[in-house]
């Protein structure tokens, strides 16, 4: 018994270690390129280009009026940027909150039915006008120099959206600490995605899209609720380019309490399990380079890995735990020092241990990474204690009901 | 439009994963090879220590008691049985390395059980002894638990020898022992002076079994107590 599910560890071991080799090389590659384009972008653009930013609402009077200052705030031309506020419907007073913004000549605002967030975002395709376009949700702010940021990216004529790099508005306690490292690690495998041409998500917030994206393929589709994945697809499938602009920051608020993160996170992991199975015929397809030989299929794999290798340790914690107790209940508590025996024969030297730290090692690593180019800072607190200790825990639950829900809840709607 | 694929890239981090996963499998097994040696160094010490102790009684056959103590055995039995017991649950019982351990280690502990008697006929001591058999497969749900009992009982008294044995190991010696304490195959069991007990015994059914371990228990704390009245 043991011996399968080492070797079934070991398996999903090597498949993560040999992504994470391959992202550092990626990395090493390409760290000089990271700096030429900081410069790049640092010197801006000749001439604007115009953008239209949606925002759909929905039930969302608390934040909405913050988020469209934001976009009020940003550090671009005024007479280049659109502001379009789509009202989805909302039962609350989201659309008397944003009616001190009517007499703005850069917003404009529409009501309509309510109809879920895709047909928001194709309301206001349906209606635009400029170059370029792009949507902030509601929950969501914007840093000043993030749109002026992406337009450096668009001088490539190829260049077809451009991705903003997500952090979180003011992440404070053990959950939302933890989100902000797994955010930072998205900002650094996102820009290596992009560098092998294989971003295969365009985030809700603050993604710009040329116009003729939505033009040539067509508007956003409900796709799970995911339609962000879903576009990014359809959009990697027709080989169009898609680019990560590392510097150019979204805030997003994050979720405060554990269901809530839960329901999120199954949201986007049942999306990613039901749009990949969609496009599964991209899946080990060369015509689809990177992102279909080895980016996606990594994704799918680490989905099962993740949760295999979780109910081993939950399995093998658990039973841990319960020798302690039947030691604890037969023959009482005994303290002594722990080192005070200390013995060297008594280190774990399994060779998981060993392919353990250098997996852990290479993920800190990259997460340092992260943050020296989303903050252009090492640092390290508090947020990666919380990521490495609790996120291995966290993380299963959501992609286990995500597989449950994929694998079982259509079925069971058909009866 | 079929895109770039960075067919060297692929090979160089498929290369030096199998590089770092080589390097942990060359230092798991060194460390794996490490501790087998040390356990085979202790046992090898046991053996000396127990063949010094057969010779020097026999030279001394006619000498004073003193002289051959029970204190002359020797003292790492408890420590290679818990290595031993670290390793096989690391390596797996069915490992050949450990089945050889286990076979020498228990050879060893009858020798010692055998000359531990010698010595307390020849100095008319009652020999403070436990022989204790249990099973590492799932026919034994209790032995986990006697297990503990027993190692607490080893560090609480230092002077009690323990001696366990796996019952279905195949060493002739064993299963000779075995059929002299005629014990059957109910598990764990455990032979005090030469009586057998059945099912799991806590450390009070033990102790009562033994009452000499409650003279030791007030010889410990009244030596403490001087020690630490010295001090």
Known sequence: MTSITDLITYIFLFASLNFEVFLLITYFENRLEIEKENAWVSLGVKKYPTVTIIVPCWNEEKTVSKTIHSLLSLDYPKNKLKIMIVNDGSTDNTWQNIQKFKNNPQVEMHSKENGGKHTALNFGLSRLKTDLVGCLDADSYVHKDALKNIVVYFQDKETMTVTPSVKLWKPKGPLQLLQKVEYSFGIFTRKMFHYMHAVYITPGPFSIFRREVFEKLGGYEHAHNTEDIEIALRMQKSGYKIAHAHNAMVYTVPPSTLPKLLKQRIRWSYGFIKNATDYKNMFFNRKYGNLGVFILPMAAISIISVLTIASISVFNLGHMFFNEYIRLQTVGLNLHWPFANFDWFYINTKLIAFVGIVTTIGTISMILISKRMSEGKWDVGMDLIYFLVLYMFIAPLWIGKAVFNALFLVKASWR | ?231
């Open chain 2, 1 to 231: 439009m079929v895109q770039n694929i960075s067919s060297k890239k692929y090979l160089y981090s498929f290369i030096i994963t199998v590089i770092i996963f080589g390097t942990a499998i060359y230092l798991s097994n060194y460390f794996g090879q490490k501790k087998l040696a040390e356990i085979r160094s202790i046992q090898d010490k046991i053996a000396i220590d127990i063949l010094s102790s057969e010779t020097q009684f026999s030279l001394l056959e006619d000498s004073l008691c003193k002289d051959v103590g029970v204190g002359s055995l020797s003292t790492e039995l408890g420590n290679l049985e818990n290595k031993l017991t670290y390793t096989e649950n690391e390596r797996g019982a069915n490992d050949s390395e450990v089945q050889t351990l286990k076979r020498y280690y228990s050879l060893l502990e009858i020798k010692d059980y055998l000359l531990m008697n010698r010595i307390s006929e020849k100095c008319k001591k009652t020999p403070l002894s436990i022989i204790y058999f249990y099973s590492t497969d799932d026919s034994c749900p209790d032995c986990q638990r006697e297990g503990y009992v027993l190692t607490r009982l080893r560090e609480t008294y230092p002077e009690l020898r323990i001696y366990s044995f796996d019952y279905n190991l195949d060493v002739s010696a064993v299963k000779t022992l075995i059929s002299i304490k005629k014990v059957k195959n109910q598990l764990p069991a455990i032979v005090i002076k030469d009586r057998a007990y059945y099912g799991f015994q806590s450390i009070e059914d033990l102790e009562k079994a033994i009452p000499e371990l409650q003279i030791l228990k007030a010889q410990t704390a009244s030596s403490t107590t001087a020690t630490s009245t010295k001090k």
